[in-house]
């Protein structure tokens, strides 16, 4: 019986993509089924057909995932999290600027939402920015890792694109200032 249980746990937790909860006693259900999967969307190498030059970054909102075209014919895929409804957008823009454990500052608008956040936060574990951010443009976007790994593979941001500390760390060492960022739907 205990294997049966456990099986369609497993099941499940494969079957279905990470998503956010706002309800705690879901939030403890999901962490109970992250127990059985390493990464939901481990990173991998793929054959990649586009003809961005290597150093661009490619990322499908619908997919839920973001290339680091390698060449040769490869990218490197990384699960992410996405903008949730009326939160996602699409273009191109450019890393300008990389941080280690970045500070966060919730813009004016995510504060009009949310009065309840804080007007800043230092870097660090509980920090929603994650380990590494990579800034696009002049836009308020980011790519940044997450202290709430359970949203990888889920619409659920105001927009940024969200990745593990582990992803993040590897997309930031392999990234360069001024590469280019191209955001599919």
Same mark, same amino acid.
């Given at each position: 019986?205990?294997?049966?249980?456990?099986?369609?746990?497993?099941?499940?937790?494969?079957?279905?993509?990470?998503?956010?909860?706002? !309800?705690?006693?879901?939030?403890?259900?999901?962490?109970?089924? !992250?127990?059985?999967?390493?990464?939901?969307?481990?990173?991998?190498?793929?054959?990649?057909?586009?003809?961005?030059?290597?150093?661009?970054?490619?990322? %499908?909102?619908?997919? @839920?995932?973001?290339?680091?075209?390698?060449? *040769?014919?490869?990218? &490197?895929?990384?699960?992410?999290?996405?903008?949730?409804?009326?939160?996602?957008? %699409?273009?191109?823009?450019?890393?300008?600027?990389?941080?280690?454990?970045? *500070?966060?500052?919730?813009?004016?608008?995510? /504060?009009?939402?949310?009065?309840? /956040? =804080?007007?800043?936060?230092?870097?660090?574990?509980?920090?929603?920015?994650?380990?590494?951010?990579?800034? &696009?443009?002049? %836009?308020?976007? @980011?790519?940044?890792?997450?202290?709430? =790994? *359970?949203?990888?593979?889920?619409?659920?941001? %105001?927009?940024?694109?969200?990745?593990?500390?582990?992803?993040?760390?590897?997309?930031? *060492?392999?990234?360069?200032?001024?590469?280019?960022?191209?955001?599919?739907?």
């Amino acid at each position: 019986m205990l294997r049966a249980i456990v099986l369609v746990v497993a099941v499940l937790t494969l079957a279905a993509p990470a998503q956010a909860y706002e !309800n705690p006693l879901s939030r403890a259900l999901s962490d109970f089924l !992250n127990i059985f999967s390493e990464q939901a969307i481990p990173r991998r190498v793929v054959p990649w057909n586009g003809r961005q030059a290597p150093g661009t970054i490619v990322i %499908s909102t619908s997919q @839920r995932r973001l290339y680091y075209v390698l060449g *040769d014919g490869q990218a &490197l895929r990384y699960g992410v999290g996405v903008g949730r409804r009326g939160f996602s957008w %699409s273009g191109t823009k450019t890393v300008t600027m990389k941080r280690e454990w970045p *500070d966060w500052r919730p813009p004016a608008q995510m /504060l009009r939402r949310r009065p309840d /956040l =804080p007007r800043h936060m230092r870097g660090g574990i509980e920090n929603p920015l994650g380990a590494r951010a990579l800034y &696009l443009g002049s %836009s308020l976007y @980011r790519i940044h890792g997450s202290n709430e =790994p *359970d949203t990888i593979g889920a619409a659920v941001s %105001s927009g940024c694109i969200r990745m593990t500390n582990r992803d993040v760390i590897d997309l930031y *060492d392999r990234a360069r200032i001024g590469a280019k960022v191209v955001v599919l739907r």
